[in-house]
């Protein structure tokens, strides 16, 4: 499926930069370590060397012009980026998944980018799914430049929940991979944080393609955090908004971070009081990457004042282009705030199997996004809202219907709406407002939401109300504009 505005990206000239695959491959020879985890360490010889397996298992389970998507869901970075990189090399769709999810989200995701083969460290060898184990059997093969069809799909919400799958290019991956790792100033020399084993663009890809090396450390306290990034000689920290409101409870000791050059965040917005603190606490200034599942890098903030860092997401890179636009798409002027939209030879297609949505954002040149903000006369943007009803709790984008439809499965619910509450920390917390038919307790309707979906998504405080106020089309009346303080 492509979205009725590939054809004129396809038009674009886009520039001759490094792809993944082919940079991962220049330190084929190299045992200097590409990621460093709690339990071990994998060199760039070993990455290559395990992708080259595992290419070997692809070629003999699928044909090169099958149309499928390989969904990976394995619990070490290192396994799930070899097989991402070997599913590439052969022109294969790839979308990585946490191996946590319940079998409800996961039967979600699947049903977004069917057709789909799941591979992980569990799965039976059967038609629509094969064993990790079983793609290390066949004999090693060459891993070549990722193929012009090799796509990149990712989900909207986070990874998980009433999302949207995006199809996007590696071509266009890389070349936007690329340009952040130059924009950031990446290279060989640098340790760079992964706060999970997700296959991030804004650390995990970058600091592979300059020849970086990938550092694990999981958010547990304060404490271990600055010791992690102390021990481990950290150059850049990359974390979300939420990881930064983490590591702020707990000063870090002096010294801990000597080696730390440049501190990087994005998925969401980031308070610019929690900057200015960080920035306050450890001498190091955070700078903003503004960025999509749609988009790719939008904006990077490369500033040298302060307050900027603090309140901006900084420039639009090379070749991208942002309007800021009111309700009926006219372009705002500068200093006034409307929904941003973006143009950039580097972004996604559209959504796979939804034509319907892809029309909805991808307007011809144009991804018209959810966020709300405005450009200074120097060229800095600014967020000021959303437009839309996703909760962002922490690092994660919540849909409330899937709460909702979860809630409303359980025996005694009859009516339910979850709302975001704002939360210093976390920017949302997801709570539910729900009516019962019988005596409940919140206890047990949190429990049976353990039950069916991922713990970072279930709400965080049941209220229970006589009634869910409603529009004249029967629907919930759902809070959707967002401002940010």
């Not at 709300?372 to 219907?401: C, N, S």
Request: glycine residues 6%.
């Amino acid at each position: 499926m492509k979205s009725a505005c590939a054809t004129k990206y396809e038009q674009i000239e886009e520039p001759d930069m490094a792809n993944i695959v082919d940079a991962v491959l220049e330190h084929e020879a190299d045992d200097r370590p590409a990621i460093v985890g709690e339990t071990r360490t994998t060199s760039y010889r070993d990455l290559v060397d395990l992708a080259r397996r595992l290419t070997g298992g692809l070629r003999q389970r699928f044909r090169n012009d099958e149309d499928v998507c390989l969904v990976v869901s394995h619990p070490g970075l290192e396994e799930s980026l070899a097989l991402t990189l070997a599913g590439w090399s052969l022109g294969h769709r790839v979308a990585v998944l946490p191996p946590y999810l319940k079998s409800r989200e996961l039967e979600y995701a699947l049903e977004q980018c069917s057709p789909v083969v799941t591979v992980s460290d569990q799965t039976p060898d059967s038609a629509g799914s094969v064993a990790f184990r079983t793609l290390l059997d066949a004999p090693a093969s060459d891993l070549g430049s990722s193929a012009s069809e090799a796509w990149l799909e990712t989900f909207t919400s986070g990874t998980t929940g009433h999302s949207k799958c995006v199809d996007r290019r590696v071509s266009r991956l890389s070349d936007d991979i690329e340009q952040l790792a130059s924009a950031m100033g990446l290279s060989a020399d640098d340790k760079v944080t992964a706060m999970t084993t997700a296959l991030s663009t804004t650390s995990v890809l970058p600091a592979l393609l300059a020849g970086s090396t990938v550092v694990t450390i999981p958010l547990q306290t304060a404490r271990q955090f600055w010791k992690a990034i102390s021990d481990t000689s950290i150059t850049v920290i990359s974390g979300t908004p939420y990881a930064y409101e983490f590591a702020g409870r707990k000063k870090p000791e002096p010294g801990q971070l000597k080696n730390v050059r440049m501190a990087l965040t994005t998925s969401a917005r980031l308070r610019p009081d929690t900057a200015r603190r960080f920035m306050e606490d450890t001498g190091v200034s955070i700078r903003n990457i503004m960025c999509s599942s749609e988009s790719g890098h939008i904006a990077y903030n490369s500033s040298t004042d302060e307050e900027l860092l603090a309140a901006s997401v900084g420039k639009t890179l090379p070749g991208v282009t942002v309007e800021v636009r009111d309700d009926a798409g006219k372009v705002l002027p500068v200093g006034q705030s409307g929904r941003i939209c973006i143009k950039s030879p580097y972004t996604a297609t559209g959504y796979r199997n939804d034509p319907d949505s892809s029309a909805a954002v991808f307007q011809g040149d144009w991804v018209v996004s959810t966020d709300v903000g405005y450009l200074d006369a120097q060229g800095f943007l600014y967020l000021t809202g959303r437009d839309d009803h996703k909760i962002h709790f922490g690092a994660a984008k919540l849909d409330p219907q899937e709460l909702e439809d979860i809630l409303l499965s359980h025996p005694a619910v009859d009516d339910v709406l979850v709302v975001g509450e704002a939360h210093v920390r976390l920017g949302q917390i997801p709570v539910a407002q729900v009516v019962t038919s019988r005596e409940t307790e919140a206890a047990e309707l949190l429990a049976y939401c353990r039950e069916q979906i991922s713990a970072t998504k279930v709400p965080q405080r049941i209220e229970f109300v006589d009634k869910i106020t409603k529009d004249f089309k029967g629907q919930p009346v759902r809070p959707k504009y967002v401002r940010f303080d």
